[in-house]
């Protein structure tokens, strides 16, 4: 296993995901103020919310901003920011003092040859990792949303494909994934170097889709563009369309929990407290769930689904 090239999923990695659409809940002026001290916002200074640029991150953000608020704290909304390139910059300066992250992703922006793969392990990592730039995490959910190798149900029963080293069943192949997949650890270099598939020219024909698991790639694979697509293991359309997650017995990927990620000077104990009693609640399940009811046919807002989701769990009131 050739666990150097190993790295997290960069989720929302260039700034063309911002075409999703932004969700209710954006703000677009950029919120920045002078250096909080140490109690910020216990002493009643804005909490500025920020997330990526995709639903599942908007609905988390939600979530976040609604609980705080509800906590007592002044809360602001700055969402469908863009990838880390961006958003880590932005934690720096003030334009946001706290996003919903993902754990194996943000240590992959530290470390690009991380070879942590558990939850505790990467989340151990991740607290020296952030520090460097006066960032701390809290406690991570159960919830975690990873990328996942993933065919239709007739391409696996018609080539024996249950594991991502089966993938060498069906060379040559197109794969669809963000533009970042044909570079990172656990993409294309990874399924070579860890799985052995695509070792010769041609096995792997890469095609780049920027929505980052959404619809155009699903589509793809779908309607045969494509064979083998990333898609992240949140996404409802694993079950409405009847698709395959490749297993993974080689840890490729690692965990990808949801954690939250904020500036120093920002910190407060109601501020953690509030945070890390939702991650004690959320799970996988939760967050399809959620992701369900934004992206599928109901088609509710994030506020209003993540407004739901903390009344049932019993965290606002």
Request: glycine letters at 8%; proline letters at 4%.
């Amino acid at each position: 296993m050739f666990t150097a090239l190993k790295k997290g999923r960069v989720a929302a990695a260039t700034i063309g995901a911002a075409s999703l659409i932004a969700l209710a809940g954006c703000t677009n002026e950029d919120p920045t103020g002078s250096a909080h001290d140490s109690s910020a916002a216990a002493s009643g200074d804005t909490v500025v919310v920020g997330s990526f640029a995709f639903p599942e991150s908007q609905i988390l953000g939600e979530i976040y901003a609604q609980a705080l608020t509800d906590a007592g704290l002044d809360v602001e909304t700055k969402f469908n920011i863009g990838p880390r390139q961006q958003t880590i910059p932005a934690l720096q300066d003030g334009s946001i003092n706290l996003i919903p992250e993902y754990n194996g992703n943000l240590l992959a922006y530290y470390d690009t040859e991380y070879e942590e793969r558990t939850t505790e392990e990467v989340d151990g990592a991740l607290v020296d990792a952030v520090a460097a730039d006066s960032l701390q995490v809290l406690d991570s959910a159960e919830a975690e949303d990873k990328d996942a190798y993933v065919v239709t149900q007739e391409t696996a029963d018609e080539n024996d494909l249950t594991s991502i080293g089966d993938l060498a069943n069906i060379v040559p192949f197109t794969l669809g994934a963000n533009p970042q997949f044909v570079e990172l650890g656990y993409g294309v270099p990874g399924l070579k170097d860890t799985y052995g598939v695509g070792t010769e020219e041609g096995d792997v024909t890469f095609l780049p889709i920027e929505d980052f698991g959404g619809p155009d790639t699903v589509a793809a694979l779908v309607d045969g563009t494509v064979q083998v697509a990333d898609i992240y293991t949140t996404s409802p359309a694993i079950s409405s369309e009847n698709l395959v997650v490749l297993e993974d017995p080689e840890n490729l990927i690692s965990a990808q929990n949801i954690i939250p990620l904020l500036s120093d000077d920002i910190y407060s104990d109601e501020l953690a407290e509030a945070l890390n009693a939702i991650s004690a609640e959320l799970t996988t399940d939760d967050l399809i769930a959620l992701r369900d009811r934004v992206e599928g046919d109901e088609k509710a807002t994030a506020a209003q689904a993540a407004t739901d989701w903390l009344t049932e769990k019993g965290l606002i009131g």
